[in-house]
């Protein structure tokens, strides 16, 4: 599935979950107390109060929840199977031992991204080690192939944290519009009562507090997960230059 149909998909799914659980969870009438004001009961009923915005931080919650989700998973995948450091081990023994076949197999076995890269290189080694070039053009040739595999596996890696890191901001911004609308209906109730009406002033400020919080929740999440994931995908980037530089020395090695 393409990135752009991904996240449209989950925007639209997002915004209905959402959608339902303002009405039938926040809104359900045991979370009021069934005066006239519709007093909350509890903080579902305290939440359902916030208006309209709360779907929207609600929709951008969600988003965030699948994204990590999605990365996780993600970055699993990408170790692929087993310990790295044994598996690097093995193949750098196997090209010592001139076995480019077994040292792809292994690959092949591994599964990550770091064996994904790995493989390219030595695929293109094995075409190139006989070819009657010299051993800086092989070499060449080589690191060519590394390249372009992780030109092709970083961006898996790096997928929707730039999503994360919109989100963190958009959560503020939105949080921010549900405080201005709850402060523009308090005072609005101040203005057309002409005395302070309690229950007027406290609902448009519970509204405005309630969308500041989910705001700040939302963006808290986005940011620690988007530092996290950052993180990480650096990490297993640097992996995989340090396994192909070292894959590098010992070809560089032998074809003198």
Known sequence: MKQSVFIT??????????????MF??????NFKGDAAGTP????????KGGP??????????????????RALSLKKAKGRGAIEPFLKKVQNLIQENDIEGAIAECDKQRGSLANVLR???????VVKNDPIEGEK????????IEEGMMLEVPLLERNLVALSTIASISVLVGLFGTVLGMIRSFLAL???????????STGISEALINTAFGIFGAIVAIISYNFFSTKVSN???????????????LTVKSK
């Open 9 to 22: 998909v989950l925007i639209v799914v997002a915004f209905v979950v959402s959608l339902l659980i303002y």
């Open 25 to 30: 969870v926040f809104g359900n009438p045991a």
């Open 41 to 48: 009961a509890n903080i579902f009923g305290q939440i359902y």
């Open 53 to 70: 915005v709360v779907v929207a931080l609600l929709t951008i919650s969600i988003m965030v929840i699948t994204f990590v989700f999605e």
């Open 120 to 126: 390219l290189g030595l695929e293109r080694y094995q």
């Open 138 to 145: 092989k070499l060449a040739e080589v690191q060519r192939a």
């Open 191 to 201: 203005a057309t009562a002409g005395t302070p009406n309690a229950t007027e002033l």
């Open 236 to 250: 297993f980037t640097y992996m995989i230059d340090e396994a192909t530089y070292n894959m590098m020395q010992i």
